[in-house]
């Protein structure tokens, strides 16, 4: 599924639901965009949940531990995200206009909160030296089986120079995947290939992916995109930072 950027009248924007739309992600994911001195309650009686600053400046108040957290834009700040178990309440304060992304999903276990701040992102380059580097990019896991070994989620964000691709070459994975692309000016554009079929990307666009459906992503010339990606571990299957890829392209990571 593609979905097209909207956000409602509360300045909400709903990119998947458990219960409702693509559902099929096992996933809550919404991004909020808060104006200064709002608040945001976050807390799930049988999910946990992870609130990715985006841009802007907020308190965040959990465990009676208060945090203040800001970032320029996602394009120039490395990220900062609390994650936090069922059964546990976070505020979200705004204490400038904001933007944040709360990704959430059923999981039985409980954990102690983490706060991963911009000094503990790592940016790994990916495919730098291949295809005269038109697919080379730079990958941030915020966490995920091996560091998160108790959640049912990963987290992350890519970095894609202008022109360029990722996700390449297409591939695919059992477990289900959601793509939420910003853009930093509004006529920037790109690509989204779900299977064979091709999606045009703006600024707040959202791609999510079932299980065996490849997927491969190229933003235009002139535009950096940047990309949080989010996979939903499946019951006794967790993405163990494998992928499957399509075979028709495999001859391409062959060295000469």
Same mark, same amino acid.
């Given at each position: 599924?593609?979905?097209?950027?909207?956000?409602?009248?509360?300045?909400?924007?709903?990119?998947?639901?458990?219960?409702?739309?693509?559902?099929?992600?096992?996933?809550?994911?919404?991004?909020?965009?808060l104006?200064?001195?709002?608040?945001?309650?976050?807390?799930?009686?049988?999910?946990?949940?992870?609130?990715?600053?985006?841009?802007?400046?907020?308190?965040?108040?959990?465990?009676?531990?208060v945090?203040?957290?800001?970032?320029?834009?996602?394009?120039? #700040?490395?990220?900062?995200?609390?994650?936090?178990?069922?059964n =546990?309440? /976070?505020? %979200?304060? @705004?204490?400038?206009d904001?933007?944040?992304?709360?990704?959430?999903?059923?999981?039985?276990?409980?954990?102690k909160?983490?706060?991963?701040?911009?000094?503990?992102?790592?940016?790994?380059?990916?495919?730098?030296?291949?295809?005269?580097?038109?697919?080379?990019?730079?990958?941030i896991?915020?966490?995920?089986?091996?560091?998160?070994?108790?959640?049912?989620?990963?987290l992350?964000?890519?970095?894609?120079?202008?022109?360029r691709?990722?996700?390449?070459?297409?591939?695919?994975?059992?477990?289900?995947e959601?793509?939420?692309?910003?853009?930093?000016?509004?006529?920037?554009?790109g690509?989204?290939?779900?299977?064979?079929?091709?999606?045009t990307?703006? #600024?707040?666009?959202?791609?999510?992916?079932?299980?065996?459906? =490849?997927? /491969?992503? %190229?933003? @235009?010339?002139?535009?950096?995109?940047?990309?949080?990606?989010?996979?939903?571990?499946?019951?006794?299957?967790?993405?163990?930072?494998?992928?499957?890829?399509?075979?028709?392209?495999?001859?391409?990571?062959?060295?000469?």
């Amino acid at each position: 599924m593609f979905i097209t950027p909207k956000f409602d009248k509360n300045g909400c924007q709903r990119l998947a639901s458990i219960n409702g739309r693509n559902k099929e992600m096992l996933m809550d994911i919404t991004v909020h965009r808060l104006k200064q001195g709002e608040e945001l309650v976050v807390s799930e009686k049988d999910m946990e949940s992870a609130i990715l600053l985006l841009q802007g400046s907020l308190e965040l108040e959990y465990d009676q531990n208060v945090y203040r957290v800001q970032r320029k834009d996602m394009f120039q #700040d490395l990220p900062t995200c609390l994650h936090i178990s069922k059964n =546990t309440a /976070a505020m %979200v304060i @705004a204490l400038e206009d904001s933007e944040v992304l709360i990704q959430s999903t059923q999981n039985d276990r409980e954990f102690k909160s983490r706060l991963y701040l911009p000094s503990q992102a790592k940016k790994v380059t990916s495919c730098e030296g291949l295809w005269e580097d038109t697919a080379k990019r730079e990958v941030i896991t915020i966490f995920d089986y091996y560091n998160a070994p108790y959640s049912n989620m990963v987290l992350g964000e890519i970095f894609v120079p202008q022109g360029r691709w990722f996700s390449y070459i297409p591939h695919h994975h059992p477990q289900p995947e959601v793509y939420y692309y910003r853009l930093q000016r509004e006529e920037g554009f790109g690509v989204c290939f779900i299977d064979d079929k091709p999606y045009t990307i703006k #600024d707040g666009s959202c791609a999510s992916f079932l299980g065996g459906q =490849t997927h /491969a992503q %190229v933003t @235009a010339p002139g535009y950096p995109m940047y990309c949080c990606w989010m996979i939903r571990h499946l019951e006794n299957n967790p993405w163990k930072r494998t992928r499957i890829d399509d075979e028709r392209y495999t001859h391409l990571l062959k060295k000469e």
